[in-house]
């Protein structure tokens, strides 16, 4: 089925630090990598050489379901995880394997664990026969897939592929590479903040080390073993993932022009790698990337963007036809358009912008006039470095000719050297004189660039100033506000005591009037009783009120006159008075 090379990859642990700072660079919009030096992408060329899988033959593609649950149910003999799924839990599918209990023993090595695991499941699978068989296959298969090739987040599998597994006999037919890596492109436009990619990330990974190796990240562990993703192990760093991810983009933003490797395989041993054969038609084309309804473009000038298409149940042969029909096809033949490297480079920095830079060195130009410059700087230095070449190739063809005429002599016994060997003179002094105007150019851009930046920093420090100043106005603003907030708690702390008091005094009203009506009540009841009034007044105020009431007393006699009586007196008759209209008696 043309697995057999990916099966034998050896375990890559994940270079997590160096896939976060990756994908945070790159751009979902023509689907490739933002660098200093323009765009880079993984290649089918790429997949086929670090992973083995097949990228030839038909595409990864045909009818997506709402459910799988009938399909699973016939061909897996397992339940997706909801009615409307295409996900399978995969403690499931290492149960239906018997590999789901299977641990490692104490100081057992990683190569015994997989030999001895190896040996048993085979034995097991050689016992069945005809439909079980199939099925475990089928099961098998779902696993690799769903959790490798075209691997999800989290703990279920996608079974996506399952009605391409039906026909045991066409699995190996399809460009599982091709789907792999169209896979990859859609996860890493997932959002920067989501830590790694859900696809194949060792191929990222590899891909790194091959290409950018002076970010010094991978360790070669076995040389000349294929697929190339055997050849490396990850060289690990303590310091915190943040750390590691800032350094990244550091050493990206000042890799020389001339450290990036852009054919990494020139020395490779194709005839050990048939895969590389069979896949070397799609190398180098612009060509559409198929997964079911992930249908994305591989295409080196950067022109295209994503379909779109996301449909519930969809025929993607009917859909995408035109795309597909592009890939049966192999692609098309990739012609170069460009006038000039300064004039990408111009264009380049002008689109991107700081999007290229993400390192910690470059706190401004926001427009991207320094991307610009250094993009040109980069150009003039390959045209000099060129132009050097030329030079050199000339002037040994000239001292060549001039060795062969053997002087002045042999130049007029044959005129047809002699022009050869003005004109080459002539070509020498041309390019020459274009080196020096290469190396005149390079001044003025590292000039020009040196002033730029001088300029942006000032601009960026001008910018600072007045935020400085407004973040010195919020900070006041925030004590004033502090201070407020302090003063309004201490008036609210005065407002519940000046309460409490309001409160005490109003119970002590109450108990005031309380008492007052009890004492006009006390008076009423004793004016109706013949009761004095003095008896229930010394009931109400007690011993308080007797003291009132013989000092009352004893002021009193004090002010009666002398030889007075306090005591009761009896009343003298009254005077006999005259009748009226009668004389004198006789």
């Not at 050896?10 to 200093?36: G, N, S």
């Amino acid at each position: 089925m043309g697995f057999g090379p990916f099966l034998r990859l050896d375990e890559l642990a994940p270079d997590v630090a160096l896939i976060q700072a990756l994908k945070e660079r790159w751009d979902p919009e023509c689907h490739a990598f933002l660098f200093p030096w323009g765009h880079m992408i993984p290649t089918l060329e790429d997949v086929v050489r670090i992973t083995g899988l097949r990228i030839d033959g038909q595409a990864v593609t045909g009818v997506t379901y709402t459910s799988y649950q009938e399909l699973a149910e016939r061909l897996l003999g397992l339940a997706v995880t909801q009615e409307k799924s295409s996900l399978i839990q995969r403690t499931g599918l290492q149960a239906s394997l018997g590999v789901a209990s299977v641990r490692h023993e104490t100081g057992e090595s990683q190569a015994d664990y997989m030999t001895w695991m190896t040996e048993d499941a085979r034995a097991a699978l050689a016992e069945e026969e005809g439909a079980a068989a199939d099925r475990d296959l089928r099961r098998f298969l779902i696993l690799v897939i769903g959790k490798l090739i075209l691997g999800t987040r989290g703990d279920p599998v996608s079974c996506k592929c399952l009605p391409l597994l039906e026909d045991l006999s066409s699995v190996g037919s399809y460009a599982w590479g091709a789907a792999l890596l169209a896979h990859l492109f859609d996860s890493l436009g997932t959002s920067s903040r989501v830590t790694g990619v859900a696809g194949f990330f060792p191929l990222l990974q590899v891909w790194a080390y091959h290409h950018l190796p002076s970010l010094g990240h991978g360790e070669p562990r076995r040389a000349g073993a294929v697929p190339l993703l055997r050849r490396w192990r990850f060289r690990r760093d303590e310091q915190s993932l943040r750390r590691q991810v800032t350094m990244i983009h550091d050493a990206l933003d000042s890799v020389p022009f001339g450290h990036v490797q852009w054919t990494p395989y020139v020395r490779e041993d194709d005839a050990a790698q048939p895969w590389v054969e069979r896949g070397r038609p799609y190398f180098g084309k612009d060509i559409w990337l198929h997964s079911f309804n992930t249908v994305v473009p591989l295409h080196h000038r950067l022109v295209a963007c994503t379909l779109g298409l996301h449909q519930s149940e969809t025929d993607w042969t009917v859909r995408a036809r035109e795309q597909l029909t592009d890939w049966e096809q192999c692609g098309r033949e990739l012609v170069s358009e460009g006038t000039s490297d300064e004039d990408y480079f111009r264009a380049y920095a002008r689109r991107y912008g700081a999007q290229v830079y993400k390192g910690s060195r470059r706190p401004f130009d926001p427009e991207g006039r320094i991307a610009s410059l250094e993009g040109m700087l980069h150009s003039t230095i390959q045209q000099q470095d060129d132009l050097q070449a030329v030079v050199d190739q000339l002037r040994a063809e000239l001292d060549r000719a001039q060795q062969m005429v053997g002087g002045a002599s042999s130049s007029r016994e044959d005129p047809d050297r002699s022009v050869l060997e003005g004109q080459l003179a002539a070509a020498v002094a041309r390019a020459e004189d274009a080196l020096v105007q290469a190396r005149e150019r390079e001044a003025e851009l590292r000039a020009a660039l040196a002033r730029t930046t001088v300029l942006e920093a000032e601009v960026a420090e001008l910018r600072l100033r007045p935020e400085a100043a407004e973040v010195a106005r919020w900070r006041q603003e925030a004590e004033e506000a502090v201070r407020l907030r302090t003063e309004a708690g201490d008036f609210r702390t005065q407002l519940g005591e000046e309460r409490n008091r309001c409160e005490l005094l109003r119970s002590k009203m109450k108990g005031l009037e309380r008492a007052l009506a009890l004492v006009g009540r006390s008076r009423s009841s004793a004016s109706r009783s013949g009761i004095p009034s003095g008896s229930a007044g010394h009931y109400l105020t007690g011993s308080s009120g007797r003291r009132r009431n013989e000092e009352e007393e004893r002021r009193r006699r004090e002010r009666a006159p002398e030889g007075s009586e306090t005591g009761p007196r009896d009343m003298a008759p009254p005077s006999p008075r005259p009748l009226e209209g009668t004389g004198e008696s006789g």
